[in-house]
């Protein structure tokens, strides 16, 4: 299982049961709702003076992460998140695959601990991987066909939920975008801006090829390791 290392808004998540409603026999996360694990949903089923802040919710990427078994293993992909996946809070290489090992710590959009404007914040997407063996053991793939009348309601569901409007992205960076990234998120976006530090911006859909979406608003900060 994967223990929440910070829980409210993040829970505990039981590998047994997320792969068995998992589409396509991956695990995913991601910040919008069409995923397995999803910051957004985790976020608004909390206690409303629990709630987080929209820019630590959207740190994470819409589509960040997959989660997957391949020859008796528990693999880790990074989708090319804006803001990275990091395992023992050292990135892994976009668009990579990590085999995670019992006790490994993984956390989603930064290291463990972020720096927002000089201030050390806690990640709240940090979870610690227990019980590796356990699961291994009795992992079964998914079967072939069609799904199962609870799954396919709860895919129709999640679609439903994931067709309104997109919300804003923050991107937590050691700099600012270069003027290559906003030449291209120009050119990609149209009206839409990236804006700097104390700025704001709009929202948007469609990714580009590092996992960010078009047209969605950057606001860069300062991200450090501890």
């Known amino acids: 299982m994967l223990v929440a290392l910070h829980p409210v808004p993040a829970v505990d998540v039981r590998l047994e049961q997320a792969f068995a409603t998992a ?15 999803s910051p957004m ?25 997959e989660l997957d078994v391949v020859a008796g293993q528990l693999q880790l992909v990074d989708l090319r998140a804006v803001n990275g996946t ?31 404007r000089g201030q050390p914040l806690p990640n709240p997407w940090v979870w610690r991987v227990r019980k590796l063996h356990e699961f291994l053991a009795a992992y079964a793939p998914p079967s072939q066909g069609c799904l ?29 975008p270069t003027a ?26 469609g990714d580009n090829g590092s996992g960010q979406r078009h047209g969605e608003a950057v606001l860069a900060v300062t991200l450090e390791t501890f």
Not at 44 to 62: G, H, I, T, W, Y
Not at 91 to 115: A, H, K, M
Not at 149 to 167: D, T, V
Request: hydrophobic share 35%; glycine share 12%; no cysteine.
């Open 148 to 176: 199962p009348a609870p799954q396919a309601a709860a895919l129709a569901g999640f679609a439903a939920a994931n067709s309104g409007a997109e919300r804003e992205m923050y991107r937590f960076s050691p700099a600012a």
């Open 41 to 65: 949903r985790l976020n608004n089923a909390a206690p409303e003076d629990r709630r987080l802040q929209d820019k630590l919710v959207n740190m994470v990427s819409r589509w960040h992460a």
């Open 86 to 116: 990091y395992v023992n809070d050292q990135q892994i290489e976009p668009g990579s695959r990590r085999v995670l090992q019992e006790n490994d710590v993984v956390s989603f959009g930064g290291p463990s601990t972020i720096n927002i």
């Open 23 to 37: 589409q396509g026999g991956s695990v995913s996360v991601g910040r919008v709702e069409g995923n397995t694990v």
């Open 180 to 205: 290559h990234q906003h030449s291209a998120a120009e050119a990609a976006a149209g009206p839409a801006r990236l804006v700097s530090p104390g700025g704001s911006g709009g929202s948007g859909s």
